[in-house]
């Protein structure tokens, strides 16, 4: 019996699975996904089900089937070892996964088989449900998955706990996905500009019901140290060290947070102890390459800065941070990181190299490349000493809409620099009517229009000034 393609195409988009959930490869570094899973299925055995089968996603992503196919089988022993009287129910996304890689690999009988499996199961767990049941632990399972993902999905990732949480409120691995999701989205829309949600309530719950997760504890710990609750938070970072000392997603959390207090030699040997344990982690560099550039930023202001330290800590802070932008090309804040350390050691060339490198990517977000465009105007004001190309730059990540951090940081330093070179009466027509082009782009036509007067005063024959001034007037 032939399947047909389309009626098999049409039963697969139905299924509950990794490939049904719109989890594009654009937004992830492959590489550095496939390493953190590898490291988390190594130290953390009982979520080894959902590890497994989103590996096998990723696996498929790098064109390797037969890997996929693999990583499925081990989801199934983990299935059988963890959750022996319920197989079915705890199959069905595995049994999705199976049915579309072997739909990729055109194994038509096999996906139909894997189709028929999840179809049956449903049917037996719901008289009303055909290939689509919506269970609790899916919905989780999906959240889990959209979190690894990054940025772009953590809002459908609470969606996802929340719709968890209705069916088993109390339930401490679907509260420590919601508090995680919440706590990204903050993180995230502190940068971006967008309304604050407020994770500490659903982070405070997750601690309580996930007492030997100290993942979570580390993330709230985070949370008090950004509400100037600092002691209290490094009491819990403290005894997530008894807890769990050679786990690394908790280290890693760990060394933030004393990176973050200032404590950077603490930090340093934190990273290095979970460097140990996951090599590869991106993160870890990261997070190794800011330690090392803040070093150099502090011994920059000592009395006699130690010129060899300084230049073997730069060294240290570029080869972690080429790591990470190698690893994953979408780190984007990354290769600000990094152009800022060639100019502390005053390699302005590969500086600018990176700047022009990551400006010019077509898969740069908007609150990312204003956020580019005000290190670059920081470049240009503070290294290379022209002020003019810094009101340049500031000035197109003001003429980006989106409402970011971004944008918000290219405004204040625009305005700061405009005002006082008109103060100290170095600023001529131009300043005035770029301060006036600033205070219209944000919105503050009273002041604009005073701006395009007086740069009208000192330069009459300037038609731009005019028209800009005539359009302000004609919209209050």
Known sequence: STISKDSLKTSLLQLECHFTWTLLKEH??????EETI?????????YNIRDYNILSYVCYLKNS??????????AEEAIQKHHPDEIARRSLVTWGNYAWIYYHMQRYEEAQTYVSKVEDTCKKLSST?????????????QGWALLRFGNNYFGRAKNCFENALKSEPNNPDFNAGYGIAMYRLEDWGERNGDEFTPCFEALKRAVELNPKDTTILALFALKLQRL?????????IEEGLQKTPDFPVFLRYAANFYRKKGEVNKAVEILKKAQTLTPNSVFL?????????????????????????????????????KTVIEKKPVFFSAY????????????????????????????????????????????????????????????AGLKMEKDSYGRKRCSEAVEKLLIEKIKSSLGDATDIGTLGLVYKLNGKKQEAIECYKKAIALDPNCEEYQNALVELQLSI
């Not at 988390?40 to 055995?45: E, T």
């Not at 449900?129 to 399972?141: D, S």
């Not at 930023?297 to 800590?313: F, S």
């Open 28 to 33: 992830v570094g492959l590489e550095a996904l």
């Open 228 to 236: 100037k609750q600092g002691n209290e938070g490094e009491r819990y």
């Open 285 to 321: 560099h990261h997070q190794l390459g800011l330690c090392y550039r803040f070093k150099v930023i502090q011994l920059r202001k000592t009395r006699y800065t130690p010129r060899e330290e300084v230049e073997n800590l730069i060294q240290r802070a570029i080869f972690h941070l």
């Open 336 to 395: 600000a990181d990094l152009a800022s350390v060639y100019a502390l050691g005053r390699r302005y060339e590969e500086a600018e190299e990176i700047f022009q490198e990551v400006l010019q990517r077509k898969d740069l977000p908007c609150g990312e490349k204003q956020e580019i465009y005000f290190h670059y105007g920081n470049f240009q004001h503070f290294h290379m000493k022209s002020e003019s190309k810094a009101i340049t730059y500031y000035i």
């Open 38 to 46: 590898l490291d988390h299925i190594k130290f953390v055995a009982e």
């Open 129 to 141: 449900a055909h290939r689509k049941i919506q269970l609790p632990e899916i919905y989780a399972e």
């Open 65 to 74: 089937n037969e890997e996929a196919l693999r990583n499925l089988r081990k």
